[in-house]
């Protein structure tokens, strides 16, 4: 095992050696990655991100989805003979070098490089000597060849046993100027997690691109469909040619918090579209639905607080003992997206048990 371990590290070191490695910090490799870990903006216009670290390059090389992503990696021979992680490495860097052979278009360059190098070209403090670009996947696109209105119908006994998989409940999640990279991406991980059909962005929302996010979603961002929305009347509209009726999109709350729920025109109203249900409690099988989630603090913003305080989207909470004042918007939205996730795994065994 010593023996074939050395023999992968020399054959992979032979190869990157036949290169000449980047020793300049100040290069312009270096400042590629520099400006695309810092802006967003310049992430944007190139379509590039930046991803370190042993296990995150591992896994997503491992992954032939998002190996098809890569177009740039930085490497020390100190990361390639690391004692735990580095046969794993060199494993997957030799594999997508092998499956460039065979690709004439969108290769990914591998080079070695000084400690000096990938430390300028991370924002970590402390590097783990492996550094990558990789493609920003394309926006989530809605398929009107699969995405039946799951609405049509469902309140006249339709029999949701005979649904398959591609016609399943979707559930879509909303992040609504949620700006913490860490909880973006927990939230991230939970959506892929769950199933989740795609995760909106509205204003104000942190760029999931952003490096920390990347790290905190472990990856996860890559795989997880994602959108930007300009406003929030642009997302009604998506969420209606998603087959998402409003009544069917819930805005997390506090049971009751002062300015979401009974205010406005219907303060003081029994309307059931203005009384906040308990997560448990919402049927997230009959219809696909759309979960909104805040901003930490602030909560949710002005135009969502009217279309709840409306009766246009419902609110959704919760339960928690007294004392508790409120929940990390990750914590609470990954509750509320795992309840879908029970409901869905109970309905597929429904399914099972009948056939």
């Given at each position: 095992?010593?023996?074939?371990?050395?023999?992968?590290?020399?054959?992979?070191?032979?190869?990157?050696?036949?290169?000449?490695?980047?020793?300049?910090?100040?290069?312009?490799?270096?400042?590629?990655?520099?400006?695309?870990?810092?802006?967003?903006?310049?992430?944007?216009?190139?379509?590039?991100?930046?991803?370190?670290?042993?296990?995150?390059?591992?896994?997503?090389?491992?992954?032939?989805?998002?190996?098809?992503?890569?177009?740039?990696?930085?490497?020390?021979?100190?990361?390639?003979?690391?004692?735990?992680?580095?046969?794993?490495?060199?494993?997957?860097?030799?594999?997508?070098?092998?499956?460039?052979?065979?690709?004439?278009?969108?290769?990914?360059?591998?080079?070695?490089?000084?400690?000096?190098?990938?430390?300028?070209?991370?924002?970590t403090v402390t590097?783990?000597?492996?550094?990558?670009?990789?493609?920003?996947?394309?926006?989530?696109?809605?398929?009107?060849?699969?995405?039946?209105?799951?609405?049509?119908?469902?309140?006249?006994?339709?029999?949701?046993?005979?649904?398959?998989?591609?016609?399943?409940?979707?559930?879509?999640?909303?992040?609504?100027?949620?700006?913490?990279?860490?909880?973006?991406?927990?939230?991230?991980?939970?959506?892929?997690?769950?199933?989740?059909?795609?995760?909106?962005?509205?204003?104000?929302?942190?760029?999931?691109?952003n490096p920390k996010?990347?790290?905190?979603?472990?990856?996860?961002?890559?795989?997880?469909?994602?959108?930007?929305?300009?406003?929030?009347?642009?997302?009604?509209?998506?969420?209606?040619?998603?087959?998402?009726?409003?009544?069917?999109?819930?805005?997390?709350?506090?049971?009751?918090?002062?300015?979401?729920?009974?205010?406005?025109?219907?303060?003081?109203?029994?309307?059931?579209?203005?009384?906040?249900?308990?997560?448990?409690?919402?049927?997230?099988?009959?219809?696909?639905?759309?979960?909104?989630?805040?901003?930490?603090?602030?909560?949710?913003?002005?135009?969502?607080?009217?279309?709840?305080?409306?009766?246009?989207?419902?609110?959704?909470?919760?339960?928690?003992?007294?004392?508790?004042?409120?929940?990390?918007?990750?914590?609470?939205?990954?509750?509320?997206?795992?309840?879908?996730?029970?409901?869905?795994?109970?309905?597929?065994?429904?399914?099972?048990?009948?056939?």
């Open positions: 095992m010593i023996a074939s371990t050395t023999q992968l590290h020399s054959h992979l070191l032979q190869i990157l050696q036949q290169t000449e490695p980047i020793t300049s910090p100040k290069s312009k490799t270096v400042k590629l990655y520099q400006q695309l870990a810092s802006k967003s903006k310049y992430r944007s216009q190139n379509q590039l991100t930046v991803l370190e670290g042993h296990r995150l390059i591992i896994d997503t090389l491992a992954n032939e989805e998002t190996r098809q992503l890569y177009r740039d990696i930085l490497v020390t021979e100190e990361a390639l003979l690391h004692p735990q992680l580095g046969s794993q490495l060199s494993i997957q860097i030799e594999r997508l070098m092998k499956e460039q052979d065979h690709r004439d278009t969108n290769k990914c360059r591998v080079r070695l490089a000084s400690e000096g190098v990938v430390r300028a070209a991370c924002d590097p783990q000597g492996v550094v990558a670009l990789l493609d920003i996947p394309p926006p989530y696109q809605l398929d009107k060849d699969t995405n039946m209105d799951t609405n049509t119908n469902m309140d006249m006994d339709m029999d949701m046993d005979h649904k398959d998989n591609n016609q399943k409940a979707k559930l879509f999640l909303l992040l609504d100027g949620i700006s913490d990279p860490g909880n973006v991406g927990t939230l991230l991980r939970s959506a892929k997690a769950i199933g989740a059909e795609c995760v909106l962005l509205l204003p104000g929302s942190c760029d999931v691109w996010a990347i790290r905190s979603a472990m990856g996860t961002s890559f795989t997880v469909p994602i959108r930007s929305m300009n406003s929030w009347n642009d997302c009604l509209e998506f969420m209606d040619s998603c087959g998402v009726d409003p009544e069917r999109i819930y805005a997390a709350t506090m049971e009751g918090s002062e300015g979401v729920i009974g205010i406005g025109s219907n303060a003081g109203s029994s309307s059931t579209n203005t009384e906040s249900k308990a997560h448990y409690h919402v049927d997230w099988m009959s219809h696909s639905n759309a979960l909104i989630l805040g901003k930490e603090g602030p909560g949710l913003s002005k135009e969502v607080r009217d279309s709840v305080a409306r009766g246009q989207i419902r609110s959704v909470h919760v339960p928690m003992e007294e004392g508790v004042e409120s929940l990390n918007v990750s914590t609470c939205g990954s509750v509320i997206m795992f309840e879908y996730h029970r409901q869905l795994q109970l309905h597929r065994q429904l399914i099972k048990d009948k056939e």
